[in-house]
Each structure stands twice: as structure tokens, then as C-alpha cells.
């Protein structure tokens, strides 16, 4: 158990370490990094894909993970516009994205969990389906054009000098961190991951777990949808487009796994912010948009190398490889 | 029956050809004879043969993966690779003025590099090849659109456009050539000693390494041919559309996945055909053509594909554990 727990520490060491010298870059080359403006647009990109990411860390820390959450984000802006358009009343929009993004977790849940198709086809498949889904909403929703004011207020609002959104993910940013070490559900998710055999001799109902794993992290990625939607006050057809991948990179580095059984709430947050602030430092210091992608993508290559080294090494001292 | 290979070794018996695994040949049919008397351009020579001259082009870059899938590893960087095709091929003709034969071999050969890469570090650190290719997916992307972005608007010139469209005996070149690597490669998989290995290896990978088998070689090899022929793949559909363009291979791995699981192949390693694949990459394309000819949304197509994906997955797994594996 001492060595799990310095093992974490470490591990979120370096998202936090990363994210500590990327500021430091940020304050000493772009003047305008500590604005207002720029200090409000990172919070409204940190917010979003972190909700998301508690939602992958749980499915990473028990060994899955879920790449339909973009189109999910998509598909929940173009509800709400449907809906805005339809004259709902706004707690109406909310709680019927919310339950559309949860019959979409269910979706993937179900394909996974209860068929036993592999995680990473599924969850392709249905981003193909949701992000279809979502695509043809879009000539209705034009006519919308911006949202009703009280629903742009759900991302414009603020309290305290912090987006409503900043607020909801510290308070998802708790529930986890406690729903993951304390409670029994989340211990399960943990021994799920590292060694499922063994936890399925134990009796844990692995499918169950990973069905609500995944209805959860659909449910969380509608959240985002609605939030990023009235943040942008339009629904628009960009949303959520790299967003499974940012996820993803943002989970591993701080400190998430692919093989299961590792990884925080913390770390989840820790590593989307150090993928904003990647973003951010791009923009502010003028370099190329389409050299990002690069970018992004040679970190996953690296991340997925390390993690994948520290995994064989791991094997090898138990002598399984 | 070439694909049954690793499976008889394992069960230690023979098994004797079944209709079941063709069934892609059915649906082929049944598609063919649906569109032929339900659209009335459908049946025609041209329509047809332009249909195979695309397919030929998606065909090459499935062919690696196919090899790759028969040992359990998943490429998910064709769509990318065959768009990287075709943007150096604009790099290396646009901005080094080079000929388009010494284009498209260095072309060919940088995307060989790529590929060799990924294999490499698939192979040496055991990684998930499906979570690498997906990393080498969006940095090649990334690379697409710079390059493509440096020359949008402009032509290739004849000489490296004029080639794709060259017909030998009434066809196009591209489709002879797609369907004489099938028949060679679909013969060579079930007789030459080193094609069969790729069964063996996606059957029980640690029980060809005790044999003595350098499975990893193999492995990045065959990482560095898909690679390769998307590229020449991507070459193909460039020159065909006279300029570089970022939208050539966009979702192109989700068609031959498809294709691929749809025409017989196991994404647990162990099954596979090339010529099978080549009905299957007919299969989506065809499908596709007609779904347009009937003016379905591409959305919808796009949600009609991924169903369709998602099933044949699902039969595969249901074939599987009906044989008896655990999974």
C-alpha cells in the first residue's frame, strides 16, 4: 500500500511539474498570459475537457477507455440547440441532455461490458454513430443561432471571479477524489484494473462496475457538451473534435495508465491543464495550429512508450513476460 | 483454406472449407444485384470500373493492415498514411521540382520509415499497437495539413497525373494490379513458409518465439509494408484528383476495418484473407456509391457504417466463442 501511494505521488509529480514549468514559460515569454481575458478563456477550456477526463480516468483505472465522448459533447450542444429551439424551459434542456448523454454511456456499456467487444472498436464505432447522430441535427439547429440568455448564462455566469464551470469541476474534482480512495465501489475499480482475473475469482461483478463506469463517463461528457455549448453561446459543429484524444493524453500523463489500475482525480485535472496550457502556449506564442496536432500526437507516442516500459518492467519482475 | 492454418496447428486436426467464412461473397452479390435493378446507372461498364479503380486505390493500403491483423495488431494509421502519400509526393514535386517517379519512390520509402518506426516500438516494448497508430495517426495529420497547406491550389503537372488513368486491355492498371497481389499474396499466405508464419504468430505469439521464430522482425515488416502501400495507395488517389488534398484518407481505417472484420478476419489474430479483404473493401465501396446514388446524407452513411461495424464485430466475437475460445 506504501508503495502504491509513493507511486501516485510521483506520477502526479510530473503532470504538476510540467504544468509548473509551462507557466513559468508562459510568464516570461507571452506578456499577456496573466490577464484577465487569457486567465478566463483557460479556465473555459480547462473546465470542460477535465469533467470529461474524471470520466476516462475512471475507465482507464479499471483498464478501458472511451473515444465516442467527442461526439458525445457534439451530440449533447446539438440536443440542447434542438431543444432551445423548441422553447424548453432550461432546467428541462439540462436534464434531457443529461439523460441523453447517459443512454449514450449505457450504449457503449452495454456494446462492452455485456457483449464483450473490445473497448477501443466499440467506443470507434459509436463516435462514427453519435458524431452521424449529431451531424444531422445541424441544419435545424442553424436556424437557433445563439442560445437563450439564462442558458449562456450556465457558461458565462460566474461567482467569485471563477466560471460556474471551474466551480462544478472542484466539486467533481472532490466527489472523485473521494468516490476513488475511500469509497468501496472505487477501491473495486482499482483491483478491477490491476489484475482482472483475480478480481472476478473475489466475486466483484466486473461488468456491472464497467457498465456505470462507462454510463458515467457518458453522462459527465454531456455535462462538458452543455457547459462548452452556452460557453460558446452557439451550438457549434467543431465542438468536441480532439477532444477523446486530449482526454486520453491528459489521463496518461497525469499519471492513468492504459494497462489499469492506476491513476487519480487529481491527475486528471492535473493533466488536462498542462494540455491547455500546451494549447495556450501555442496561441500566445504564435505558432502553428496544424503543429500542434504534431505535437500532441508524438506526446501520445512518447507517453504510450513510457507507460509501456514501465508496464514491461513491472511484468518482468514478476517474471510474466 | 489458408486462413485455417495457425487454427489446425493449435487443434490438431484439418478443417474442411466452409461456406460460412465466404459469406462476404454473398453480400457482395446480394449488394450487386440490389443496386443493379434498383438504380439503372448502377449496371454499366464505366460506373462499374470507376467504382474498382477507387476501390483499387483503398485496396493497397488495405493489404498491410490485413497482414497486421492476422497477427492480432490493428494499423489505425492507414487513412493518415495514405493521405501523408500523397502530401509528400506534392512536397517533393512542388518544392524540389523532382520528376514524379523519383517523387513517388522517395515518397514511398519515407512512408516506409514511418511505418518501420511504429512497428519498431510496437515490437520492442510490446505496446498496444492499436494506441501507437493511433498517435502516429494524428502527428501524421498534423504533418498532412502543414504540407498541404504550403501548396494548396496547384496542379501537379501531366507527367505525375497522367499515369493512374493508363488502361492495359480495357481496364485501368490499378485494378489488375489489385487483383493480381490478391490472388498472389492470398496463395503465397496459404503455401510459402514465410507468409504462413504470420498465422502462427497471431495464433500464439510466445509459442513461435520458443520455435525460433523472429516474430518481431516479421511484426515491424509488415508495419512498414502498410505503411508503404497506403502511401502508394494515397499516391494514386492524388494524382487521380491532380492536387494534394487534406480530406484524401480522412476515416479511411474505419472502411477497412470494416472491410476487413466484414470479409472473415478475427481482430483476436489468427484469420484473415487478402482476397477476401478485397471483397470486402468492394463491399463498403459499393456501399458507399449506392447509399450516395440513393442521396443519403453522408452522416447517415457515416452512422450506417459504424452499425455495420460494430456488428460484424460482434459476430466475430459470437463466431469465436462458438469455436470454443475464451476470450
Known amino acids: 500500500m506504501n508503495l502504491l501511494k509513493s507511486l501516485t505521488r510521483k506520477n502526479e509529480f510530473v503532470s504538476s511539474a510540467m504544468c509548473v514549468l509551462l507557466v513559468i514559460l508562459l510568464t516570461v515569454k507571452g506578456e499577456v498570459f496573466w490577464t484577465k481575458g487569457n486567465l478566463d478563456s483557460l479556465q473555459a477550456s480547462i473546465a470542460p475537457t477535465a469533467i470529461m477526463a474524471f470520466g476516462m480516468m475512471a475507465l482507464l483505472v479499471c483498464g478501458y477507455f472511451d473515444l465516442s465522448i467527442g461526439s458525445t459533447m457534439l451530440l449533447a450542444g446539438m440536443v440542447s440547440g434542438r431543444l432551445a429551439l423548441a422553447g424548453a424551459p432550461i432546467y428541462a434542456i439540462v436534464a434531457l441532455v443529461l439523460i441523453t448523454g447517459c443512454a449514450v454511456g449505457c450504449t457503449n456499456g452495454f456494446l462492452v461490458a455485456k457483449l464483450r467487444i473490445n473497448a477501443l472498436i466499440a467506443t470507434i464505432g459509436t463516435q462514427y454513430i453519435f458524431y452521424g447522430i449529431a451531424m444531422t441535427q445541424l441544419d435545424k439547429v442553424r436556424a437557433l443561432g445563439k442560445f437563450p440568455e439564462n442558458f449562456i448564462m450556465l457558461g458565462e455566469g460566474k461567482a467569485l471571479g471563477l466560471y460556474y464551470m471551474t466551480w462544478v469541476t472542484l466539486a467533481l474534482l472532490a466527489v472523485f477524489s473521494y468516490f476513488l480512495k475511500y469509497t468501496p465501489t472505487g477501491r473495486q475499480l482499482y483491483f478491477l484494473g490491476g489484475n482482472r482475473e483475480a478480481a472476478r475469482l473475489m466475486g466483484f461483478n466486473d461488468r456491472r462496475i464497467i457498465f456505470a463506469a462507462y454510463a458515467a463517463t457518458g453522462l459527465l461528457a454531456s455535462l462538458a457538451g452543455i457547459l462548452a455549448a452556452a460557453r460558446i453561446q452557439s451550438p457549434s459543429q467543431y465542438m468536441g473534435g480532439n477532444v477523446h484524444m486530449t482526454c486520453m493524453i491528459a489521463c496518461v500523463v497525469g499519471g492513468g495508465s492504459f494497462a489499469g489500475g492506476k491513476g487519480s482525480a487529481l491527475g486528471a485535472v492535473l493533466g488536462v491543464a498542462f494540455m491547455s496550457l500546451l494549447t495556450n502556449m501555442f496561441n500566445l506564442l504564435e505558432l502553428k495550429a496544424q503543429l500542434q496536432n504534431v505535437i500532441v500526437g508524438l506526446i501520445l507516442v512518447t507517453v504510450i512508450v513510457t507507460d509501456g516500459c514501465l508496464n514491461l518492467k513491472k511484468l518482468r519482475e514478476i517474471g510474466r513476460a | ?327
Open chain 2, 1 to 327: 483454406m489458408g486462413e485455417d492454418t495457425g487454427r489446425q496447428l493449435a487443434a490438431g486436426r484439418a478443417e474442411k472449407f466452409s461456406f460460412a467464412s465466404w459469406t462476404i461473397v454473398y453480400l457482395l452479390a446480394a449488394l450487386f444485384i440490389f443496386l443493379a435493378l434498383t438504380r439503372n446507372a448502377f449496371f454499366t461498364f464505366s460506373n462499374i470500373h470507376s467504382i474498382l479503380h477507387s476501390v483499387s486505390f483503398n485496396f493497397y493500403a488495405a493489404i498491410g493492415f490485413t497482414l497486421l491483423i492476422i497477427m492480432g495488431e490493428l494499423d489505425l494509421s492507414v487513412g493518415s498514411m495514405f493521405g501523408f502519400g500523397g502530401a509528400m509526393m506534392g512536397f517533393f514535386i512542388f518544392m524540389y521540382k523532382l520528376p514524379a517517379p523519383t517523387a513517388i519512390a522517395l515518397t514511398i520509402a519515407a512512408s516506409a520509415l514511418v511505418g518501420l518506426a511504429s512497428g519498431f516500438l510496437i515490437a520492442r516494448f510490446r505496446l498496444n499497437s492499436m494506441m501507437v497508430t493511433i498517435g502516429v495517426m494524428m502527428a501524421i495529420k498534423g504533418v498532412n495539413w502543414i504540407l498541404v497547406n504550403r501548396f494548396s491550389g496547384r496542379q501537379f503537372p501531366a507527367s505525375a497525373r497522367r499515369f493512374v488513368s493508363v488502361d492495359v486491355l480495357g481496364i485501368k492498371w490499378t485494378i489488375i494490379l489489385m487483383i493480381a497481389i490478391a490472388l498472389a499474396l492470398e496463395i503465397l499466405l496459404a503455401k510459402s513458409r514465410h507468409l504462413k508464419q504470420l498465422y502462427y504468430i497471431g495464433h500464439n505469439f510466445d509459442t513461435t518465439i520458443l520455435y525460433g521464430l523472429n516474430a518481431n522482425a516479421v511484426k515491424c515488416a509488415c508495419f512498414a509494408i502498410s505503411a508503404a502501400m497506403s502511401a502508394f495507395g494515397g499516391v494514386l488517389m492524388t494524382a487521380r484528383l491532380a492536387h494534394p488534398n487534406v480530406t484524401v484518407g480522412s476515416n479511411l481505417e474505419i472502411s477497412i476495418i470494416t472491410a476487413a472484420v466484414i470479409s472473415g478476419a478475427s481482430i483476436f489474430g489468427g484469420r484473415g484473407s487478402i482476397l477476401r479483404t478485397m471483397l470486402g473493401v468492394t463491399f463498403v465501396f459499393t456501399l458507399q456509391n449506392g447509399m450516395t446514388s440513393y442521396n443519403i446524407n453522408t452522416y447517415v452513411q457515416q452512422i450506417i457504417l459504424g452499425v455495420i461495424l460494430i456488428l460484424a464485430i460482434y459476430l466475430d466475437i459470437r463466431a469465436n466463442s462458438a469455436a470454443g475460445e475464451r476470450r
